[in-house]
């Protein structure tokens, strides 16, 4: 199946190619067609499984099409995400598809931990709207954005958003919401608290189901390393180098620890900066960007952060430190090995550490083989 037969107009192709996507992934083959018909979606996917561009392409298409003008801060379409970076990086996918249209139509990221007043300002002639849901309503409260003309809502990782406590705001928003509208809901599970929304919101959807992660492991080289708390620094120095990692993404369980193990390797030579929310806005943007563009080397990242994070081609991940659940530990492995493309995920094991990596490997289902670090020359 080719972009070609979803039912997509030229300029759209035309960015599709200039991206060198030769053939849509799953969920996009059968959520595309259907998004540009009208129906609501339920999409349940693991990010990194090409659901933006499930999404981004037919609300692209629909207002390409469109013949009459919006009024100004109106929004026409509005995709709710539960973090800034995925905000960021999803106005970036509706923004690199976009480009080649006639008429540029106008998205935009909000989200918390900055100034409003440029978002306020920045709203003039907004027809897409990506938001976190805290911002979103800061903003309607200062007359800044309007939802009465919402014609399709996205909400993209609920289940992430409801994790993370957004559910009183979400439903804030629902309610100024038009009743007549679009509905396309995606989320990695289908949990309680899910599961009432997509009763209250979807009438009549279609379901895509795409396989999770947990059954798609097997793309994912999996292997770890008994070593010392006090060796895994230069562990980590030596397995970098010794691999020839230029692009990896090394997970700890605190803020500080990223920050130390971020300084140390920064010592010995190797480009790295961490990643943390207590880091600024503007500080894990450029770090993210910097990452994604082979500036920087490594990426130190806690669960938190990590859950913005979408890259598309990571070769590598690391585990320095094991996280609390087997659930945490697919999520991080889960950042390589994406949309068919390998990956090589490595785990720093502690003698402390050892039970728990081994209930771990019992809930994936999978033994990971093991090498022993007392000979290597740290």
């Not at 996009?28 to 981004?56: N, R, Y």
């Not at 993210?288 to 938190?304: E, I, Y």
């Amino acid at each position: 199946m080719s972009f070609d037969s979803l039912g997509l107009s030229a300029p759209l192709l035309k960015a599709i190619a200039a991206q060198h996507y030769t053939q849509p992934y799953p969920i996009q083959a059968q959520a595309i067609p259907a998004a540009i018909k009208g129906k609501d979606i339920l999409g349940i996917a693991q990010t990194g499984s090409g659901k933006t561009a499930s999404f981004a392409l037919p609300i692209l298409e629909k207002l390409y099409q469109r013949k009459s003008a919006v009024k100004n801060r109106h929004v026409t379409a509005l995709v709710l995400v539960p973090t800034r970076e995925l905000a960021v990086q999803v106005a970036e996918v509706f923004t690199s598809f976009g480009n080649l249209l006639p008429e540029r139509v106008k998205n935009m990221a909000v989200y918390g931990g900055v100034s409003i007043n440029p978002q306020m300002i920045n709203m003039q002639g907004v027809e897409i709207l990506v938001a976190t849901p805290g911002r979103l309503l800061d903003l309607i409260l200062s007359k800044a954005v309007y939802l009465s003309d919402v014609e399709i809502l996205v909400l993209d990782e609920a289940d992430k958003m409801l994790n993370l406590g957004f559910k009183e705001e979400m439903d804030k928003i629902f309610s100024l919401l038009p009743q007549n509208r679009q509905n396309l809901l995606f989320s990695a599970t289908l949990g309680k608290d899910v599961d009432s929304i997509k009763e209250m919101i979807l009438r009549d959807p279609v379901k895509i189901e795409i396989k999770s992660e947990e059954q798609n492991l097997d793309i994912i080289q999996q292997s770890g390393y008994w070593v010392t708390e006090d060796r895994k620094g230069p562990l980590l120095r030596h397995l970098i180098k010794e691999k020839d990692m230029r692009q990896v993404i090394v997970f700890t369980s605190s803020v500080h620890r990223a920050d130390a193990v971020a300084e140390k390797l920064k010592i010995n030579g190797i480009q790295a900066a961490s990643m943390h929310s207590k880091k600024s806005q503007g500080a894990r943007t450029q770090t993210l960007r910097d990452f994604k563009t082979g500036k920087l080397r490594v990426m130190v990242a806690t669960d938190l952060a990590s859950r913005g994070i979408d890259i598309q081609f990571l070769p590598f991940v690391i585990n320095y430190e094991l996280p609390r659940s087997p659930k945490d530990y697919i999520h991080r492995i889960g950042r390589t090995g994406r949309a068919e493309n390998p990956g090589e995920a490595i785990s720093l094991v502690s003698q402390e550490e050892e039970h728990h990596f081994y209930i771990i490997q019992k809930k994936m289902k999978r033994r990971v083989e093991m090498h022993d670090t007392n000979l290597l020359d740290l």
